[in-house]
């Protein structure tokens, strides 16, 4: 089952953001929050894409029925 839900890893982000870029967090705050967006967004669309696939598995389980 998906874990929904998670912890802010603003913070946290800032040595990825460092590593995928070249460019310093708080040198370039408007382009880290762009980042962190990013990255928050493919977080939900894996939990919205696990979702989906789980009601799926239980809509044809309750077809069963």
Known sequence: MVFIG???????????FL???????????????QYVTARFTDQNHKILTELMAEIREMQKSIKKL
């Open 19 to 33: 590593n995928d870029t070249g460019l310093k967090s708080e040198e370039n705050p408007g382009i880290y929050a």
């Open 6 to 16: 998670s912890r802010s890893r603003y913070s946290e982000f800032k040595e990825d």
